[in-house]
């Protein structure tokens, strides 16, 4: 989306202490022909390509230019701001509209000529961003990004202002859409925070709403893990006995790292696991060890739906999910702030129980299940039951669940692993409904209406079964 010119009573920037207060603003109509001829003339770089949303700011005082910034989209990918927000791809796809990038910062007095100008205007351009992008673009950023050369510039003025110095770029620039090429000037990283809360957006929260019209659904190809992660979880799954002759074409250790990678990705069914993989790239079937075409040295093949189908229907899956939550717990680290857990029917070959986190639906841990309801081992609310009490120490954690797992045993399982829980009643249950609106009576509701709603600690006091702590 292209910026319009034009000028917005919204976000100014204003510096009001001191002598000489300044005002940050965008582009006004009329104003673009000026403004690129002074980029172009005294920026090193040049004048900058207009791409994505892009936003031009006039820092002035008294009606004289001081200063001028552009922003735009940030870069695609990057190594240390990655690391440093801690997002894997798939995050990165859906949230990267959220990082804004300063691509030109031009200040139009000489070095040296008024001390403190170049801090000062960066500092009110980054105070006027959210609103001024928000009132063009329909939505706020939460993070700023931006390189200086360390071969010309120090980046005083970024570190004088808050920013915080992040690491280098590969030194690499864009070529065509796909390709890169070195350029031999690795650049400085800077990231600013636009709010305290920057990185748990980030990082798949809830988006507020000034927010959420910058979140972008992941494209086909997105892997969830990163590359030395999707490596790691092949060679684990290569220990998953394979029920299949050994002269089959698709290994199990690829077969199960493209089910687990689709897992891990939302997907639910065979038909999806197989879309999953055929949307794969070259170089990620190559990182998950899929097979060569036959007469062929370059192209590799994804299986087809047949061969998620046979391995699944043989597979032994409680060794497979056994696999694959010992490999979650290892890279997971701790557990999230809080946890869903539910259970999911893979057409009729098997069911699983996840318990994943609330930001971004990937499991922490899974179990097999055979069937939704019932008295059985293997229906889901016991498999819940055995995956909680696997999951270790749950203190300051919430685990949340819907209406099947409302049981005393669920909740008793939670409680003792020190977490928390917040469980919806239905009318299926029309004694604990009841305990539940009237525990809440009077109260700032967190029933919606209906005959349906949420029930958390304060409800279970009322309930036979144990009591929470409270959330």
Known sequence: ????????????????????????????????????????????????????????????????????????????????????????????????????????????????????????????????????????????????????????????????????????????????????????????????????????????????????????????????????????????????????????????????????????????????????????RQNQRALLGLPFKKGSRKIREAPGYRVYYDLLARLDLDAFAATLSAWLGAQSGTLPGALAVDGKMIRDCAGVVTLAEHGDGAPVAMAVMSQKEGEGERCEMRVARRLIARAGDLADRVVTGDALHAQRETAAAIVGAGGDYLLQVKANQPSLLKAAEDAFKGDVPLLPGGSAGTAGSKAAASWSGPPSQTP
């Not at 990082?99 to 031009?106: E, K, S, Y």
């Not at 990004?145 to 690499?172: I, N, Q």
Request: proline share 7%; hydrophobic share 40%; charged share 25%.
């Open 1 to 280: 989306m292209k910026a319009k010119e034009g000028d917005t009573g919204k976000g100014r920037g204003r510096e009001v202490s001191g002598e000489g207060a300044l005002t940050v603003r965008p582009l006004r109509r009329g104003e673009a022909s000026r403004f690129n001829k002074l980029i172009g003339e005294r920026h090193y770089l040049g004048k900058a390509k207009s791409v994505g949303d892009f936003l031009m700011q006039v820092a002035e005082r008294d009606g004289e230019w001081v200063g001028l910034l552009v922003w735009g989209p940030a870069s695609l990918k990057l190594k240390d701001r990655d690391n440093w927000i801690r997002w894997n791809p798939a995050l990165r796809a859906e949230r990267l509209k959220l990082v804004a990038q300063n691509r030109r910062f031009l200040l139009l007095k000489g070095r040296g000529e008024e001390p403190n100008l170049a801090s000062r205007t960066l500092a009110a351009s980054v105070r006027a961003l959210p609103a001024q992008w928000e009132e063009r673009f329909g939505y706020e950023p939460v993070l700023a990004e931006s390189f200086t050369d360390p071969e010309l510039f120090e980046g005083t003025c970024y570190r004088a202002c808050g920013w915080e110095p992040a690491g280098m770029s590969a030194g690499f620039s864009r070529h065509r859409a796909d390709f890169y090429v070195p350029n031999g000037r690795p650049k400085k990283l800077w990231l600013r925070p636009l709010r305290p809360d920057a990185r748990d957006i980030l990082c798949g929260g809830p988006l507020p709403a000034e927010c959420a019209a910058a979140l972008t659904p992941a494209t086909s190809g997105v892997m969830p893990l990163t590359q030395p992660q999707t490596r790691s979880l092949m060679e684990a799954l290569r220990s998953v006995k394979d029920p299949r002759s050994a002269h089959t074409r698709y290994r199990v250790g690829p077969v199960l790292a493209v089910v687990s990678m689709a897992l891990l990705a939302g997907r639910r069914d065979i038909a999806s696991f197989h879309r999953f993989g055929w949307l794969l």
